[in-house]
């Protein structure tokens, strides 16, 4: 048995076909084949059912799958951990974050981690929170920028973010001269709403009260279409007000803050408690946590 007779059953059980996972693992259906039957050989006994049109595990290839994964990550891990006892930081680096985090928050970290560790490759795991959780508490990533509050004894947080929440308008807007605005008077605005994430869930508790009068013109998927049509006249909106940072320098949008209340947005970078970390890992963490710490000691926002 080697590796790669594993990886092989592995993408046959998942994908149910022999000839697909031949195109997976770049191998003809017959090398897929032959690789399968050594595997049964081996362990002798039949590890996958091939009698259906989909290709199902035996009883005997569940047991197998489930180490099987199980040897494959203890290999990548091993070859990660050997990797990292040289001087130089390197390998992959699995960070976790949402869309908004990536594009409005990490930049300048990024750039100084890799300005210091040139040679560590960076791969973007991109989801919503608590999609990032559970791959962090089932250990696919190795740290992750996620929203607070976050209840998860199996992992360490470290808060590195806190930005307040703001109407967003357009320069032409009659409240755009006011210093504040009352949650009534947004009300009577048409809104712009975004799909889905934690400022959905803030501006739905938010606007709950005015509900008969409330007049939401669109629910758009994504940040920046929320902040163009904002400036272009669409509409009003809730922003952090990081994330319109160059729309409010440029003159195309105007930000207010709420009368009646304070929202805030606060990120946590967090990581597993018991995992042993690699070198490329704990250097992140080292990275972000001193930003961010820099930042607030100087008043000026946080990484990003």
Partial sequence: MDFDQLVTFLQVAKLGSFSRAGQKVFRSQSAVSAQIRQLEQEYGDKLLDRSGKIVRLTPAGRVLFAYA??????REESLLAVADQGTTTRGTLVIGANEATCLYVLPKVFAEYCRLYPQVQISIYRNFSYKIIEKLENGSIDVGIVTLPVKSPSLKIHSIFRDQLMLMVPPTNPLAGKSRVSVDAIAKQPLL???TGYTRQLMDKLFRPYNAQ????????????IKSFVAAGLGVSLISATFAKDELMAGQVVLIPLQDVELWRELGLAYRRDRTHTRSTDSFISTVRQLSAAEKKHGGSPPG
């Fill in 69 to 74: 994964e199980g040897m494959l990550k203890l």
């Fill in 193 to 195: 709403f975004p799909k």
């Fill in 214 to 225: 409330l007049q939401i013109r669109m629910e758009l998927p994504s940040i920046g279409m």
